[in-house]
């Protein structure tokens, strides 16, 4: 495949605007600007040139032409699955199509979950405390990634409260929950896959506190088929209450601990939950000190609209 370029053969390469490369020093890829540059090139420093798709499937990088300019690799993912994912981990099945996987996420894999929220949801229209229908204040601060969600106009706002839209899912997290759900579904039949578009970020101080509701806003096709919710827990213990009716007596309830990661889809997707209490300084101090998060507990939920 090398090729000195003769005077024709190097014009009829430059007409289809191919690259020259050189291959005795490195690798150097730039437009051929003149027949002179090929010429002296190849006098003086005896570089042999061949075309650059040859060069560039030599090399195994792509030969179509790139997109837009992009510094970061939109298909590079990090390999959350590794460092987020701690290897000692154990489970518990609570219903079907609902299971806790118990010390789930790392340290580090909390610490930039909660990096990515602080980055992303703590500025002009992020987290914010929103209000009931009846317009009581909830009991912890908001923000959504993906859709933006409230408990008053449910889907409905596209906007956060300063007038922009939410930031998209962070790659890392839609990665995350395919990594879950493989896990789920080793336990689980009933846990079909799901690509998270939203995710509610909540966060509750030591009185924070959740009413008992469904999460039924999503589209009916995402209710239908069960696609699970993966409810993310990090910081300080919450005691988390859910049942199959809405009545009080019937509940049962679950220690949720920094880094359990919990899951409800299939016959459990609508399942009445909320959250009874938040077990203040609970959080273990290693964890406390990698994640620097204020007291209380970050609860973040993914989902499929
Ligand atoms: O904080 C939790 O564990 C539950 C959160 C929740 O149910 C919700 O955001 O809809
Ligand atoms: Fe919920």
């Known amino acids: 495949m090398n090729k000195t370029l003769d005077d024709r053969g190097f014009m009829r390469y430059l007409k289809q605007g191919v690259f020259t490369l050189g291959l005795d020093v490195g ?7 003149s027949n002179e540059d090929v010429v002296f090139k190849g006098a003086f ?16 990088l792509p030969t179509e032409k790139p997109g837009p300019f992009t510094l970061i690799d939109p298909h590079f993912f990090p390999n959350v699955a590794r460092s987020w994912r701690n290897t000692e981990t154990c489970c518990e099945i609570l219903g079907p199509g609902m299971i806790l996987l118990k010390n789930y996420i790392t340290p580090q894999g909390q610490a930039d979950i909660v990096d990515k929220c602080q980055k992303l949801g703590v500025d002009i229209g992020g987290f914010y405390e929103p209000r009931n229908p009846s317009g009581d204040k909830l009991r912890l601060h908001m923000t959504c990634f993906g859709r933006n969600w409230d408990p008053v106009t449910k889907y409905e706002n596209p906007y956060r409260s300063d007038g922009s839209d939410p930031p998209k899912v962070p790659r890392e997290f839609i990665h995350f929950a395919k990594t879950v759900i493989k896990d789920a579904q080793a336990h689980l039949d009933d846990v079909p896959l799901m690509v998270p578009d939203v995710c509610v970020v909540n966060h509750y101080s030591s009185h924070g506190r959740l009413g008992l509701h469904q999460d039924r806003d999503e589209s009916s096709d995402s209710l239908r088929k069960g696609l699970p919710v993966i409810s993310i827990s990090i910081g300080d213990t919450a005691e988390f209450c859910y049942g199959h009716t809405r ?11 920094s880094g359990d990661v919990l899951i409800f889809g299939g016959k459990s997707r609508l399942i009445f939950h909320g959250v009874k209490k938040i077990y203040i300084m609970s959080v273990p101090e290693q964890i406390n000190y990698a994640t620097k998060l204020i007291p209380g507990r970050l609860n973040l939920t993914l989902r499929q609209f």
């Open 247 to 257: 009545d009080e007596n019937k509940l049962e309830s679950v220690f949720l601990r």
């Open 27 to 33: 690798l150097e890829i730039g437009p051929t600007r």
């Open 45 to 60: 420093h005896r570089r042999q040139y061949i075309t650059a798709p040859a060069a560039l499937i030599r090399l195994g």
